[in-house]
């Protein structure tokens, strides 16, 4: 017998657009086509609502700052009584605190707080009080993130799940070397051009300032390479800055959002993420995988429970651009080992990390905090 559909509320109190809300509208598609109701609250300005809106789901503007909370609080009690979620999905601090008491107010029992970064949750009473009273389920994005809140705050390791985030591959690819040219042509750069890059929102500790850095150590041995930063965000201006004082500051092209990454994936010779901390899973070196794209990371929040050192991609030391140089240098320097690698990727995160998994995991969550 089919399960009946659901109705399933979010809410957002961030106003960007990055992995955790890319996460957000991932699961609303899933959701959606699977049959069930979504209803998206958060700020009206913010990208999600925008996005979720034009996507045909039902969404409700709220404030969800500090000092919104008094007011946010009875009017989203007021939407829950009104629209009867079966389960509330609650993501960022504010909208955490305000939708998490109105849903158990309301008689809401699905009551879901997840959390997507690896930033310490500090142990107080408010915390405690949200992720143990109120939340009937927590899901994280990345097993470290898991081991935290159980340490820090005694969360119950029953009700607490790690579900990664999924992709979805592109349906077609391309053969590398064409997607190589491509990148070439439209960054107006010699035909014969190469390429590595970070693909992440432009953020102190995505440190591409340090994968410049390790970069301009190794550019000379690597002539016909460009370092390409794709992203957005509140560092730019300060990363401008950073570049123009480097020795291979032509050869490193800060080129902006995109809103796919696919083909720059595809047409690289290796992709990094440095970061230095608050990583769950990042979207972006699973994405590199699934393109086929070798990788190097860090060994922050979770990029080790992706990037297995030496089978499926390399790890740098945090923080240290000479153990970023040392991995960029071999990826680089020894491609046929380096494909190997991205192959070997390619097949973990095809079993492990596609929407259909993340979804299907996500509906047994929301079913156990209907029943536990």
């Excluded at 109190?13 to 609250?41: C, M, P, T, Y």
């Excluded at 700020?43 to 409700?60: I, Y």
């Excluded at 389960?87 to 849903?103: E, K, N, P, Q, Y």
Aim: charged letters at 25%; hydrophobic letters at 40%; a positive charge.
């Amino acid at each position: 017998m089919r399960e009946r559909s659901l109705t399933i509320a979010h809410t957002e109190a961030s106003d960007g657009w990055g992995g955790q809300e890319i996460r957000i509208l991932a699961e609303l598609n899933w959701f959606g086509k699977a049959g069930h109701r979504l209803l998206v609250f958060a700020p009206k300005h913010s990208c999600l609502l925008k996005r979720a809106a034009e996507e045909g789901f039902e969404t409700f503007p709220y404030a969800f700052t500090k000092s919104s909370q008094f007011v946010d609080l009875p009017r989203l009690l007021g939407d829950f009584r009104r629209l009867k979620p079966d389960v509330v999905c609650t993501h960022s601090s504010v909208d955490s605190r305000v939708g998490l008491i109105a849903a158990l107010l309301a008689g809401v029992k699905g009551r879901v707080r997840y959390r997507h970064v690896s930033v310490p949750v500090r142990d107080t009473f408010w915390n405690r009080f949200l992720y143990r009273n109120c939340a009937r389920q927590v899901v994280t994005t990345a097993s470290c993130i898991k081991r935290q809140l159980e340490d820090s705050l005694g969360a119950l390791p029953e009700r607490v799940s790690t579900v990664a985030t999924g992709v979805r591959p592109p349906a077609f690819e391309g053969e590398r070397e064409s997607a190589r040219l491509a990148l070439a042509r439209r960054l107006d750069l010699p035909e014969a051009s190469r390429f590595l890059g970070c693909v992440a929102v432009l953020r102190s500790w995505k440190r591409q300032d340090l994968l410049m850095q390790a970069w301009d150590g190794l550019a000379s041995s690597f002539p016909m390479h460009h370092l390409l930063l794709l992203g957005g965000g509140p560092g730019r201006k300060r990363l401008s800055a950073f570049r123009e004082n480097l020795t291979s500051a032509a050869r490193i092209h800060l080129v902006g959002h995109v809103e796919d990454p696919w083909p720059w994936f595809r047409g690289m010779d290796l992709a990094s993420l440095p970061s230095d901390k608050d990583e769950g899973i990042p979207q972006s070196l699973l994405q590199a995988m699934f393109a086929e794209c070798p990788v190097v990371g860090s060994r922050a929040g979770g990029i080790p429970e992706i990037v297995e050192d030496g089978r499926t991609g390399l790890l740098a030391e945090t923080g240290s651009a000479d153990s970023l140089a040392t991995a960029l240098e071999a990826c680089l320097g020894d491609r046929d080992e380096a494909g190997k690698r991205a192959t070997t990727a390619l097949r973990c995160v095809k079993k492990n990390h596609t929407l259909e998994v993340m979804g299907e995991k996500m509906l047994v969550v929301f079913r156990n905090s209907l029943t536990t």
